[in-house]
């Protein structure tokens, strides 16, 4: 009981988590074809047509790790389910969507049961723990209210909260009409569209329109809006769901085994193993004297992952490598697509990622100078990360700052590990605070930058480094080496970035900027990164 809500100590690497998820989607749909995505969405995606499945992050959900990857994996298991018995799969923003997604859940529940038995302990651990962040009725009003409250209760047969009068006679005539709706449509082994055609009747008997919208709030019901998990709370709701599931299956159900979840524990544990292994060979000949690894796992990226300082960014390094702009307006020139595409010698258009073969080492000034300005500079380092990824440009990433005078060169991510939330998170602990020892961390990355040979080395500082003279020589022997150093001065004014842009000048740089706007960062990257 005690491993079950202990904190783990290792985040699951992204690599191992769509190994395990490709593996048992196949092995539960029983096609090889199917293609898992990781996302940053909250709401799982699947694309029967395309034979894809895009899924929450296991951080997404409440809990320990362990519990974390219990939600996600069981709603792994119900999106398979969706892939073998659903031809549709629409979206939850309209309630028309909503509710026959709602009813599909079920039915594929139901049959895939049948063929996964063993399941049942997981669904209904995944019950008792989304219970307590799915929304309480009081606090919703109207149609959104009524919505909820025939999802909560056709699911599972109760309501969290208060429903009175005709909407909780509404919502129990809606439920026991869509259960003989679908106990009908399973015995008669019909599909989607025959669950599509009594929607409207649904609509009828909730007085909902069909079109009608819904707040954030309610088709994220099913994932956790909380970080923690009180586990007596949990015990509660696991033995609620035993009894109703006893009344519906008709079998014994140990609350104990439900809460352990032995079966899946193993097989977390070995998930961790390969996780550390991994990373072991990830980080294997980089740590040399004076360099070092975030090793706490608890922080909380999120907080440094800006989505739309990210998706700009990637658009910005898009347009540089392909030299199109890309817009998206209401107005503009009619597209004549017989004559465009008479024009070409072939009649498709594929849409590619571009890529950038260039090596290139980060090197990021955390002194306490950045210290009123740190998340915003965190972000810019992650969006810029995340457009190096996107571009499959091969990088790595180094932080430092000193602490009781001694200077810490923190390895954020290694050339040879892609880009993943594991090292946003080693990121989002390193601390800035002390002086910019720049000079001496340029020596304690010699022994990596010879191994590595980028082809670009670009520092992220304020400009003043402790000894100037030392960093001029440190600079003219990596250039001397073949690689091009550039550096990008952060001020908290512009007079302050135009001072630190005349210093950096000093520095024997092949090429440098400064910025007083953290915003900028990615697009001067990218000036720097040109030839």
Request: glycine content about 6%; aromatic content about 10%.
């Amino acid at each position: 009981m005690r491993s079950l809500f202990s904190e783990s100590s290792l985040l699951l690497r992204t690599d191992i988590l769509l190994d395990i998820a490709t593996f048992l989607a196949r092995r539960w749909t029983g096609n090889m074809r199917i293609q898992v995505v990781l996302t940053d969405q909250k709401i799982p995606i699947t694309r029967p047509d395309k034979k894809q499945i895009f899924l929450p992050s296991p951080r997404m959900f409440p809990g320990n790790e362990l519990q974390r990857y219990r939600q996600w994996r069981v709603m792994l298991w119900y999106e398979s389910m969706r892939m073998i018995y659903c031809t549709k799969v629409l979206s939850y923003d309209h309630v028309f969507g909503f509710l026959l997604n709602t009813l599909e859940t079920k039915r594929s529940e139901i049959l895939g049961l049948s063929l996964w038995n063993g399941m049942e302990k997981e669904i209904i651990f995944y019950e008792g723990i989304s219970w307590l962040s799915r929304p309480l009725l009081n606090s919703l009003y109207g149609k959104h209210k009524v919505a909820e409250a025939f999802s909560q209760y056709f699911l599972t047969g109760s309501l969290k909260g208060e429903l009175f009068g005709n909407d909780l006679r509404r919502v129990q005539n809606a439920a026991d009409f869509a259960k003989n709706v679908l106990k009908d449509i399973i015995a008669n082994n019909q599909g989607t569209s025959s669950i599509e055609k009594h929607i409207p009747e649904i609509l009828k008997i909730l007085e909902l329109n069909a079109l009608g919208s819904f707040p954030v709030i309610t088709p994220l019901s099913k994932i956790g809006l909380g970080r923690s998990v009180d586990k007596k709370n949990l015990i509660s709701e696991i033995e609620k769901f035993v009894k109703l599931r006893n009344l519906e299956y008709k079998g014994a159900r140990n609350s104990e085994e439900i809460i352990e979840g032995r079966e899946v524990v193993a097989e977390f544990k070995a998930l961790l193993e390969e996780s550390k292994r991994s990373e072991r060979r990830g980080n294997e000949g980089l740590l040399q004297p004076g360099l070092s690894i975030p090793e706490d796992t608890s922080y909380d990226e999120s907080q440094i992952y800006d989505v739309d300082l990210i998706q700009r960014t990637k658009a910005k390094f898009k347009q540089w490598k392909t030299g199109w702009i890309e817009r998206h307006e209401e107005t503009g020139d009619e597209f004549d697509t017989e004559t465009f595409l008479e024009r070409l010698p072939k009649t498709f258009i594929a849409d590619f990622k571009v890529s950038y073969r260039s090596k290139v080492a980060i090197i990021l000034d955390h002194s306490s100078s950045i210290e009123e300005s740190e998340q915003d500079y965190k972000r810019a380092t992650v969006a810029l990360c995340e457009a190096l990824q996107f571009l499959k440009i091969r990088f790595g990433v180094y932080a430092f700052s000193t602490e009781a005078r001694q200077v810490k060169c923190w390895i954020i991510k290694p050339p040879s590990a892609p880009w993943t939330r594991l090292h946003a998170r080693r990121l989002a602990q390193v601390k800035a605070v002390g002086g910019t020892p720049l000079a001496e961390i340029y020596a304690l990355l010699e022994p990596i930058i010879r191994s590595f040979r980028p082809d670009l080395i670009a520092t992220l500082t304020d400009g003043e480094p402790s000894d100037s003279d030392a960093v001029r020589h440190m600079v003219l022997l990596y250039r001397r080496m073949g690689i091009r150093m550039v550096a990008l001065g952060l001020g908290r004014t512009l007079n302050e970035a135009v001072n630190i842009s005349q210093n950096l000048k000093f520095l024997e740089y092949e090429k440098s900027v400064a910025v007083s706007e953290l915003g900028a960062i990615p697009e001067k990257v990218i000036s720097l990164m040109q030839i």
